[in-house]
């Protein structure tokens, strides 16, 4: 759909520009692009920290290939953890160390590809099981120390959405900065006949189509896109911490199970029949 919509702008723009009796030629001003794309990198630039620049050019092809959170990808974290819970309900607490210390050799974590291949996702499991483990510390002090590493994680899942944010913001003023410097260039032709003035004119006003066409139309759905992109993953880790503590309280696997059910958005969330099918399955 990103793919649909990304043409779909420029389409429909230059479609109805076209049923105006516009030339499409004049739109292309070199000049102007310079201006607005080169002072846009030059500010992000001058934002944000060396590091958060490389992950934000990172992050750019996960707005194309990136994909919404299914409802498999939540059910595959309750059944993994439901199959740890009846391990160490079955065997105690030491037998998940092999699992916890070890997540990309472990059966059971193999079993999930779409766990394994999120690596937030399986270390988020891997560290709070080590905990889980380790058995010195109170349900409620687990509880707090997920809410620590799911804070974080969101914190910094909205960095690079933020940043582009403020590009997007800053592209129409840019434009408006290309179209006055253009309207500079035509006062020393006002001796020029009335068609160079306007298409010099016109040449200014470029710029400020451009910079709210980039602004609005591009980078700030780019920017919405990759922070829903960062709600997904902050959900299943707070799915998979409902999961955890419930446990740690005293809860039976199969209950613990029910209350990060219920923490599953409701788009995604399996019913409640439907669940208990697949935990018998596991069982099986």
Not at 49 to 74: H, M, N, R, W
Not at 266 to 271: K, L
Request: aromatic content about 8%; charged content about 20%.
């Amino acid at each position: 759909m990103v793919f649909v919509g990304f043409i779909l702008v420029i389409g429909c723009v230059l479609a109805g520009y076209m049923m105006h009796h516009g030339v499409i030629a004049l739109l292309w001003q070199p000049n102007e692009v310079v201006i607005i794309c080169g002072a846009a990198l030059g500010s992000f630039l001058m934002a944000n920290p060396p590091s958060l620049v490389k992950e934000t050019l990172k992050s750019i092809p996960k707005i194309f290939l990136g994909k919404e959170l299914k409802q498999d990808a939540y059910v595959d974290v309750l059944l993994l953890l439901y199959e740890f819970l009846s391990i160490a309900r079955r065997e105690g607490m030491l037998a998940l160390e092999e699992h916890a210390n070890r997540p990309d050799s472990s059966p059971i974590f193999a079993k999930y590809p779409s766990i394994i291949h999120n690596h937030h996702l399986k270390d988020f499991l891997a560290d709070n099981l080590k905990v889980f483990v380790s058995g010195n510390i109170e349900p409620m002090e687990f509880e707090n120390l997920m809410d620590i590493d799911t804070d974080a994680h969101e914190h910094h899942g909205v960095l690079v959405p933020a940043a582009l944010t403020t590009v997007s913001d800053s592209l129409p003023g840019l434009g408006i900065v290309a179209a006055v410097l253009g309207i500079v260039t035509t006062m020393r032709l006002m001796t020029e006949p009335p068609e160079v003035l306007g298409a010099s004119v016109g040449a200014a006003l470029c710029g400020t189509f451009l910079g709210l066409l980039l602004s609005y139309g591009y980078m700030a759905p780019m920017a919405k896109a990759l922070e829903n992109q960062a709600h997904d993953q902050d959900n299943i880790l707070k799915v998979s911490k409902s999961v955890l503590v419930a446990f740690a309280k005293g809860l039976p696997p199969v209950m613990a199970i029910e209350f990060a059910r219920r923490a599953v958005p409701s788009n995604c969330r399996p019913g409640y029949e439907e669940m208990e099918e697949l935990l018998k399955s596991v069982k099986k």
